[in-house]
């Protein structure tokens, strides 16, 4: 009799352990694939530049030294800030102002962090989400994207993230 408790005692606890095992596989698994999703997230936001004076996250096209976007490569700051003025008037948020650089000076300031930051928060969701989670954006202050997962088997948040465009270092 002692014997019989003691054997199903045993079977008990390498269930319980084996569970705790598979538990944890999953969790790291679900966290494996929320870092690369986060990657595909950030990699779109990279994208997001302002040398033509529009805020986009189209990469600008007939870049050249005598344009205000002289580089395609995101990892070139040039990138990112108009190097010049063609002297046009752009209308951003309502507002006419004269030249690339004067344009992304009105795109950043704090009034406008929502009209800069919506096109970061489309390209962010326009990237599927991981299996296992789903993944929401809210545009936050400070030009600041907050990505939280969410596990589609619990409902509980696993994370959040907040992401910052490169763009945004760029502002004055």
Do not use: H
């Not at 005598?66 to 507002?95: E, H, K, M, W």
């Not at 650089?101 to 962090?113: G, I, L, M, T």
């Amino acid at each position: 009799m002692l014997l019989g408790i003691a054997a199903a005692g045993s079977a008990a606890l390498l269930i319980s352990a084996n569970r705790s095992g598979n538990l944890t596989r999953d969790f790291t698994n679900q966290d494996t694939q929320i870092d690369a999703n986060l990657d595909l997230v950030r990699g779109a936001v990279a994208g997001f530049t302002c040398c033509s004076g529009t805020c986009t996250t189209t990469a600008p096209t007939g870049v050249s030294a005598t344009t205000p976007c002289v580089t395609t490569d995101r990892s070139d700051d040039r990138f990112y800030f108009p190097q010049l003025s063609t002297g046009a008037t752009i209308t951003v948020n309502g507002v006419n102002v004269v030249g690339q650089p004067a344009a992304v000076e009105e795109w950043c300031k704090p009034a406008n962090n929502t009209f800069f930051m919506t096109p970061v928060k489309n390209a962010a969701d326009a990237v599927a989400a991981s299996a296992g989670s789903t993944r929401t954006s809210a545009i936050l202050a400070d030009k600041v994207l907050q990505v939280t997962f969410t596990s589609t088997a619990t409902g509980q948040v696993t994370r959040v993230e907040n992401v910052v465009p490169p763009m945004a270092y760029f502002c004055p």
